[in-house]
């Protein structure tokens, strides 16, 4: 479960909570790239991108009328074209997440995970169908690979290789990024977070239809090549969670959605009992329904 509203300066209340009851809590550390919008950007400039590539039929959630998310209003659009990144500013780049990194610790976090999948900017470098650069940053696949590699080391040094996570997405193909071989690819993107030794690979699987089955023959490679913890996310209940935990090729399992529509989720998942349906309208915005207001099972009260 993610919390993003943190207080500079001292441990946030969801922090507290956290740690009160023997938890750890990551800060999930973001570049969008390309899916944003003008209408989000300083001064109304293009979203940025490793290529000037638009992903059609992509949207972004915008504001139109000024209302704010609190009150509901708001549209999904097209995202606006992007402009491919000068490599003389990507360097900036990677100091911001290490900014971001250096501020999620200060707030009380106890790391950070860098999410490098669901088509957002590091993704958008990886993927052979996102990168058209020729430059240092494109072309080989060690070069689609070097942005992640800057990131996860600048990362590093503000927190240290056991407070760092890197979420993949190897065969999604969610918000248009595809690459062509994800097999041979994310082995080696594992490969390249193995040598700095990052404390976990968070793997985000098919969620929405958005990819095919991930073989476990594969799962068992990231295993070979990777020395960290694995966790998975994405579509798993609890039965099939205790599966992967027991053959060996997952260490965590991560639910995301099913804890929107379940506050209790973890005592659900450990007696088998049903789960309630999250409700997608109320995803980006609103008051309390559909996002605090499911009930808890009273069996687990």
Same mark, same amino acid.
């Given at each position: 479960?993610?919390?993003?509203? *943190?207080?500079?300066?001292?441990?946030?209340?969801?922090?507290?909570?956290?740690?009160?009851?023997?938890?750890?809590?990551?800060?999930?550390?973001?570049?969008v790239g390309?899916?944003?919008?003008?209408?989000?950007?300083?001064?109304?400039?293009?979203?940025?991108?490793?290529?000037?590539?638009?992903? #059609?039929?992509?949207?972004?959630?915008?504001?139109?009328?000024?209302?704010?998310?609190?009150?509901?209003?708001? #549209?999904?659009?097209?995202?606006?074209?992007?402009?491919?990144?000068?490599?003389?500013?990507?360097?900036?780049?990677?100091?911001? *997440?290490?900014?971001?990194?250096?501020?999620?610790?200060?707030?009380?976090?106890?790391?950070?995970?860098?999410?490098?999948?669901?088509?957002?900017?590091?993704?958008?470098f990886i993927?052979?169908?996102?990168?058209?650069?020729?430059?240092?940053?494109?072309?080989?696949?060690?070069?689609?690979?070097?942005?992640?590699?800057?990131?996860?080391?600048?990362?590093?040094?503000?927190?240290?290789?056991?407070?760092?996570?890197?979420?993949? +997405?190897?065969?999604?193909?969610?918000?248009?990024?595809?690459?062509?071989?994800?097999?041979?690819?994310?082995? +080696?993107?594992?490969?390249?977070?193995?040598?700095?030794?990052?404390?976990?690979?968070?793997?985000?699987?098919?969620?929405? #239809?958005?990819?095919?089955?991930?073989?476990?023959?594969?799962?068992?490679?990231?295993?070979?090549?990777?020395?960290?913890?694995?966790?998975?996310?994405?579509?798993?209940?609890?039965?099939?969670?205790?599966?992967?935990?027991?053959?060996?090729?997952?260490?965590?399992?991560?639910?995301?959605?099913? *804890?929107?529509?379940?506050?209790?989720?973890?005592?659900?998942?450990?007696?088998?009992?049903?789960l309630s #349906?999250?409700?997608?309208?109320?995803? *980006?915005?609103?008051?309390?329904?559909?996002?605090?207001?499911?009930?808890?099972?009273?069996?687990?009260?």
């Amino acid at each position: 479960m993610m919390f993003s509203r *943190f207080e500079l300066g001292g441990l946030s209340l969801p922090n507290r909570i956290v740690h009160a009851t023997g938890g750890r809590i990551f800060c999930q550390l973001w570049h969008v790239g390309r899916i944003s919008h003008t209408s989000l950007q300083p001064a109304g400039a293009a979203p940025v991108s490793s290529s000037a590539l638009l992903a #059609d039929g992509v949207k972004v959630f915008i504001d139109p009328s000024g209302r704010g998310p609190a009150a509901g209003a708001g #549209d999904m659009v097209q995202h606006s074209m992007p402009r491919a990144l000068a490599e003389d500013e990507i360097p900036g780049v990677v100091a911001d *997440f290490a900014h971001g990194a250096r501020c999620a610790l200060a707030a009380g976090f106890d790391g950070v995970e860098i999410h490098a999948a669901n088509g957002y900017l590091i993704n958008q470098f990886i993927d052979s169908g996102a990168n058209l650069r020729t430059d240092g940053y494109g072309g080989t696949l060690r070069k689609r690979l070097r942005f992640l590699r800057e990131v996860t080391a600048a990362v590093i040094a503000e927190a240290g290789a056991a407070r760092v996570g890197v979420r993949l +997405a190897p065969l999604t193909t969610l918000q248009g990024a595809v690459d062509d071989t994800p097999e041979a690819t994310y082995l +080696a993107a594992a490969r390249e977070l193995d040598r700095p030794g990052v404390a976990y690979i968070h793997i985000a699987q098919a969620d929405r #239809d958005d990819a095919p089955p991930m073989a476990v023959a594969f799962k068992e490679a990231l295993r070979i090549v990777y020395s960290g913890a694995m966790i998975y996310s994405g579509r798993y209940t609890g039965a099939s969670a205790r599966t992967a935990l027991q053959e060996g090729w997952a260490d965590l399992i991560g639910f995301g959605r099913p *804890f929107i529509a379940n506050p209790d989720l973890p005592q659900r998942l450990r007696l088998g009992q049903c789960l309630s #349906d999250a409700d997608p309208r109320h995803f *980006f915005g609103g008051a309390e329904a559909g996002y605090t207001d499911y009930p808890v099972w009273p069996a687990t009260r």
